[in-house]
Every structure is written in C-alpha cells, then in structure tokens.
C-alpha cells in the first residue's frame, strides 16, 4: 500500500479531513484536480482587491466553525448586518413595495416550515397569483441557486430553520481564510484529476492523470456534480450513492464583479435589487467592506447568461440593471472586472445542491461509507449546513473521524 488515506479534493471539505487527520501519524495525500487548492473556496487578488469568486459570507456565523478558526488566526471579521433587505433610496422598489415583497416570501418560507406541500415541491408554497412570486423565485435562486419546481420543500426547510440568519464577512477573502488553514506538510498532488477508484484486497486503487496510487482508505469530497456524472469511474455497488448525488443536483450561482471607476451615485455599504419583479435580476452589493467593487449577483436564470451568453453578456445585463435604477451616468462609472464560471468549471460543475423533491434524506444515504473504504463529505453530504463552506469543512472533520476510526478500531474493553 502506498498511503494509508487518500483525499481526494483540496476544498473545504478535503482540508476539513486533513485537519482532523494532521498529527495522526498516518501516510495522507490529497489529490486535486485543479492547479489550485480551494475549490468553492477562492479568493482571487485583482489589483489589490481580494475577490471572492465562491463563498464570501460567514452564514449563521456565530456557530460557524471559520469565525473560530479565524478569529485564533487574528483575521479580521466584518460584522456588519448584511444589507440584503434594504434597497438604496428604495429605488425602483417602493417602501410599500418592499414590506409586501418580503412579507410574501416570509409567508412563503413559514408555509415551507409549518405546512409544507405533500408533494415536498417547494413551488408548491407559494401563493397562486401572488406578485411577488418572481421575487420570491429570484431570492431564492441567489440562496439555493434552483427552481422552485424542481426543489424540495423539506430540505429548504431543514436549512433555513437551523441558519442562525447572522452573515459576515472577511475583508481578506474567505477563500483565503480557509485555503490558509491547509496543514503544513500536507503532502498534495495538484493537477490530478483521479479518473477512477476501484476496490482492492485491502484497500482501494485510485488511477490518476500521474499512475496509481494505493490506499488503504479514501475520503471523496468531489461536488455530487461530480459523482453522479461519468469524470470518475466508481465500483458498480456505488449505485445508491450516484443516485443520491444525482438528487442532489448543483444550482447555478454566479458573480460578476464591476470595478468601480468613479464613484458617481454608488453609495458604500449599499444594496440594491435590480428588478424585483424580473427573474432574472441582480442583486448587487455596492463597494462592500471599502472596496471600490459591486459584487453583482447572478442566481439561477440570470447566472444562466453567464454560462449560456458568456459574460460579455452577463457584465451588459448587469450593468443595465444599474443604469435602469441610476440613469445613464451609470454606466461610466464602472467597468467589468471578472465572473465566475462554476456551472463550466470542469471539476465542479455548479454552485452548491439542493435536493429535488422527495429526496431531502438524500444527503444522509450520500454520506454513508461503503465497504469501510470509501467515506464521503463534502458540503452536500451536511446534515443542516448544506450549501456552505462551514458544512463542507465539518463533513471533511466527520469522514475522516469515520476513516480513522476504521483504520485504527478502538480496543473493545
Ligand atoms: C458563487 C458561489 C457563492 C457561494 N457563496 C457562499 C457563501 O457566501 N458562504 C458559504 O458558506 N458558502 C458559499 N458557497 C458554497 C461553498 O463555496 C461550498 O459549499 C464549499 O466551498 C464546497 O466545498 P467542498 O469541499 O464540498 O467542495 P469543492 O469546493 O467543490 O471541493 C471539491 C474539490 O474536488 C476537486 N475535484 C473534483 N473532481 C476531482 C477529481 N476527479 N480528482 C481530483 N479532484 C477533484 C475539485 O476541483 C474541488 O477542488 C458559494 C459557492 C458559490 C459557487
């Protein structure tokens, strides 16, 4: 056997399992397949401005396992509430407008905890002919990133009861909080895409683009994108397993980041939805934390542009939802940084899983070991932080646990 545990994926969750497995004394190696460690995590530094091109919010950030990790670290924690509720000067979205527009997705939310839908579709809770049934699609296309359709109504729940509704944030990126928080001699392979896994005498095989390697154990964090599709190739008992992942489709989730040029009518600390009554409006957070930025967010049918259109097309709907709400001036004022690409990112696949109706238990069936070999984490296998890097760092805690445990069994008093 060459190492004793493999991880495969260097995102939060495969730094999670090598945390909990650093100082254990046995051979690890973590296998990416990007040039980069991170994965949803990634804190891209453009002309001095630490961009947070996945996560960026501290959610229910008091119980959150990165506030501890950073504050030990001395890493600076904006703590300011989230403007997301406020719209800047009410423009384009009366006062009136708003109570009613979040009243409606309130009660939609409480239906969701307290009477949900027999059939468990999420679409289902919402009141028929009610105006704001764009808004209330469009929020959550930032939240969860899928269709209401198509969307459990008891794994939205389970989340949102358990969210603690505190975010905040980190100047220096969060992505970069926690690709620093890889153990120091870690031994990892980047630019390693493992093509397939297979089960052996006493452990498992993993063929990579560099040769095999042999484990006695291997922690899978990889997206359930990734699982269910056909990037890796799994033992044939898995089949449950992609099945899960399967039901647990990535949502589409996107950023485009403008570069404030002049700073015109943009207030700092400011919030804005482009058009709360349109599917595909963005919202955008204006010159967060002092950065001459506006973090422009796409959910669901208006990340689509990016993937569909490209971001030429993305930065152009963004930037005429600001000259729709600013006038044309606007549009001087800013200028295209970057957008993300997660749905085309080869290795992911998407933003984060929701589950499809029915199938809220999938994430326990996903979390399960097989064969005391295979162990599972990653954000989608959380029980109630699902979607986050706090769940996804946990999980990599919790399936290396279950390795070490298997490879190194308690004597039996
Ligand atoms: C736009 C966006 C905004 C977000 N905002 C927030 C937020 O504000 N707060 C929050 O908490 N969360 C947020 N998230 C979600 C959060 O980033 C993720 O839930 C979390 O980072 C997932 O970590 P993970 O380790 O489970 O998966 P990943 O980060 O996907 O890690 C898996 C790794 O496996 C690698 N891999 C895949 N296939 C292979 C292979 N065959 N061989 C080797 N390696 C492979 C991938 O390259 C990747 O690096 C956001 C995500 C997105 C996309």
């Known amino acids: 056997m060459d190492i004793d545990i493999a991880i495969v994926g260097a995102g939060a969750a495969g730094i999670g399992a090598a945390r909990r497995l650093s100082g254990s004394g046995l051979k690890v190696t973590m296998i ?38 950073a504050e030990t670290a001395g890493v600076k924690i904006d703590r300011k509430p989230s403007g997301w509720a406020v719209q800047y000067q009410d423009l384009g979205f009366t006062p009136a407008e708003q109570r009613e527009a979040s009243a409606s997705f309130e009660r939609w939310t409480e239906t969701l905890l307290t009477a949900p839908p027999a059939s468990d579709i999420a679409a289902e809770a919402l009141e028929p002919g009610n105006e704001w049934n764009n ?124 570069e404030v040029v002049k700073n015109g009518p943009f207030a700092p600390e400011t919030h804005l939805f482009g058009n709360p009554r349109d599917l595909k409006s963005v919202s955008y957070n204006i010159r967060p934390m002092g950065y001459p930025t506006i973090e422009c967010y796409l959910g669901n049918d208006s990340a689509a542009i990016v993937a569909e259109e490209g971001p030429a097309a993305a930065f152009a709907h963004a930037i005429d939802g600001l000259t729709r709400l600013f006038g044309a001036q606007a549009r001087d004022c800013v200028r295209p940084l970057i957008t993300t690409g997660w749905t085309r990112t080869t290795h992911i696949g998407g933003s984060y899983s929701y589950a499809k109706p029915g199938q809220a238990g999938a994430r326990r069936t996903l979390a399960r070991p097989f064969e005391n070999r295979l162990f599972f984490a990653g954000e989608a296998t959380s ?29 039996s008093l």
């Open 135 to 258: 808004h209330i699609r469009t929020k959550v296309g930032y939240i969860s990133g899928g269709v209401l359709e198509e969307m459990s109504a008891k794994d939205y729940a389970t989340y949102e009861a358990a969210s603690t509704d505190e975010n905040w944030r980190l100047p220096g990126g969060y992505g970069a909080l926690i690709t620093s928080h890889l153990p120091e001699g870690t031994r990892l392979r980047l630019s390693t895409p493992v093509q397939s896994i297979s089960l052996t005498g006493g452990g498992a095989a993993l063929e990579t683009s560099a040769g095999t390697l042999r484990a006695k154990a291997v922690i899978l964090t990889v997206s359930t994108a990734m699982l269910a599709g056909e990037t890796i190739k799994l033992p044939a008992g898995l089949a449950p397993w992609r099945e899960a992942a399967a039901n647990l489709p990535l949502g589409r989730d996107e950023k485009a980041i403008l």
């Open 32 to 69: 990416e397949a990007a040039p980069r460690i991170g994965g949803r995590a990634w804190t891209l530094d453009i002309a001095g401005i630490p961009l947070d091109m996945g996560c960026a919010w501290l959610h229910s950030a008091s119980r959150n396992v990165w506030t501890g990790l």
């Open 383 to 411: 029980p109630l932080d699902y979607t986050t890097a706090h769940g996804a760092y946990e999980s990599g805690m919790r399936a290396a646990g279950e390795a070490l445990a298997t490879l190194r069994p308690q004597p």
